[in-house]
């Protein structure tokens, strides 16, 4: 079975400094893989995705990016944190795009002081 | 612009009773309709999702209902139970999302013993 894994859970960081965030998915091969953000009271707000190795979309302009280094490793980063990127941070996986179902990780809390 | 409208943040229910979770969208081109439950601190959990093919899909306490004509789709939970309380995401791809998941700002269903 399929299991995707995000760390660190939670994460506090102060502005300006770098993050990275690691999203591993196990027991699939070429997963499309997506990242969301959840802020509070809003929905889930995709920010990149990502149809293989060193292929990234981004879908709202921002503070942050993504990598693909390998097939089931999707990272996301900043070289400089806002206070506005706080929020819940969820990857998520799917066996193709424009069909069904995605499945999502964890996630991870950051919060940006 | 808010192509998938949760309209209620919130919505209470006494256990034992239906739940009725109400989602409207607005591009006519979705295909392929997903609800999520999520709990706080928790990625998002896969629950039924419905092809724009069909108008109803059932999965034991869990029915989806979609009306096209309308752009609405529902989601029924009988009986409800204190452990289906969390947020319920509805979301809808197909056409312009160019493959991407495009989700509502969700309900938070409590359900009261």
């Known amino acids: 079975s399929q299991t995707i894994h995000q760390w660190p859970a939670t994460l506090v960081q102060p502005v300006g400094s770098p993050l990275s965030l690691e999203c591993t998915v196990e027991?699939?091969?070429?997963?499309?893989l997506y990242w969301y953000r959840q802020a509070a009271g809003r929905g889930l707000q995709l920010l990149f995705y990502?149809?293989?190795?060193?292929?990234i979309s981004s879908e709202v302009p921002q503070n942050l990016s993504a990598s693909r280094p390998q097939d089931r490793q999707f990272i996301l980063s900043s070289k400089k944190l806002l206070l506005s990127d706080s929020g819940f941070y969820l990857c998520a996986w799917s066996v193709s795009r424009g069909v069904g179902t995605q499945y999502f990780g964890p996630g991870t809390r950051l919060l940006v002081l | 612009d808010q192509q998938v409208k949760q309209n209620s943040p919130s919505l209470s229910v006494q256990e034992g009773r239906i739940s009725i979770l109400n989602c409207d969208y607005t591009n006519s081109m979705f295909d392929y309709f997903l609800w999520y439950k999520k709990y706080p601190a928790e990625g998002p959990t896969f629950l039924i999702s419905i092809s724009s093919i069909k108008d109803k899909n059932e999965d034991g306490r869990f029915t989806v209902f979609l009306n096209k004509s309308a752009k609405h789709l529902s989601l029924h939970i009988v009986p409800s139970q204190p452990g289906d309380s969390a947020v319920y995401f509805c979301a809808a791809i197909g056409g312009r999302s160019q493959g991407n998941l495009i989700f509502g700002k969700g309900t938070k269903l409590s359900v009261k013993p």
């Open positions: 027991g699939t091969s070429n997963p499309n």
């Open positions: 990502s149809v293989g190795i060193g292929q």
